[in-house]
């Protein structure tokens, strides 16, 4: 079955820098990489999810590459706000969909 | 009407108990899933249902029993629960039709959190 690997596990971050969030998925079968943010006591919200017939996608601060060649595919974010502090989660996968680690970003004023 | 609804929202049952936790969706999705979540923990995936049926069992133990009565709900049995079990339980459902069918975007209820005491 699939196995999703995700590092860092906590990233800390000064307000205005970038992020970086990586992961790694076993199963060449897998077509569907999204990521979610979760708030503290809250549900996952997908922020950005990406097709295995594409490469990167960007939607404002936030951007994901995929190689699946490799097999790893990762989620950028740029000029980050302290809203952006939270637990962020990769998965992959298609009917089922699985999670990696996550990572609690942290970002500073 | 974009929402998949979760109750209760908050649930804390005895080791002997038998409760339900419930999930609806009106988005017209045929796809509905059971995540379990432990805290600073990923979402695991406990069962999918497709179409009304049962389509993945990750080896969930026989204390959990998922029923899917309609297109539009899906509950959770509970029974004989351990305290181990105490999680936030996350609902989810997939779009299965129209040009967005294979977008594989999962649609998350706020969850129920049980306790197991």
């Known amino acids: 079955g699939e196995n999703v690997e995700q590092h860092p596990s906590t990233l800390s971050v000064q307000e205005g820098d ?8 076993s199963d060449s079968a897998s077509n569907y990489f ?43 974010i740029t000029e980050t706000q302290p809203e952006d502090s939270a637990v962020y989660f990769c998965a992959a996968g298609f009917q089922k969909l699985v999670f990696g680690t996550g990572t609690r970003l942290l970002v500073s004023p | 009407d974009t929402e998949v609804t ?60 998922p029923e899917c009565p309609n297109s539009s709900l899906l509950n959770l049995h509970l029974h ?5 079990d105490s999680a936030l339980y996350l609902c989810a459902s997939r779009r299965t039709s129209g040009v967005l069918a294979n977008t594989g ?3 998350f209820g706020e969850g129920s959190r049980l306790t197991v005491l």
């Open chain 1, 18 to 25: 970038s992020a970086v969030i990586k992961c790694t998925y």
């Open chain 1, 34 to 76: 999204p990521w979610y943010k979760q708030e503290l006591g809250k549900r996952p919200q997908l922020i950005i999810d990406i097709r295995s017939n594409v490469g990167e996608k960007k939607d404002q601060r936030i951007a994901v590459t995929l190689n699946k060649t490799a097999k790893h595919f990762s989620l950028h």
């Open chain 2, 6 to 65: 979760q109750t209760p929202k908050h649930l804390v049952m005895g080791m002997t108990n038998k409760k339900s936790l419930k999930c609806e969706q009106h988005m017209g999705h045929r796809a509905m899933y059971w995540y379990k979540q432990k805290a600073k923990k990923p979402p695991e995936l406990m069962f999918v249902y497709s179409y009304e049926k049962l389509s993945i069992n990750e080896s969930v133990p026989s204390r959990f029993s």
């Open chain 2, 80 to 84: 004989a629960l351990q305290p181990e």
């Open chain 2, 105 to 107: 975007e999962l649609f």
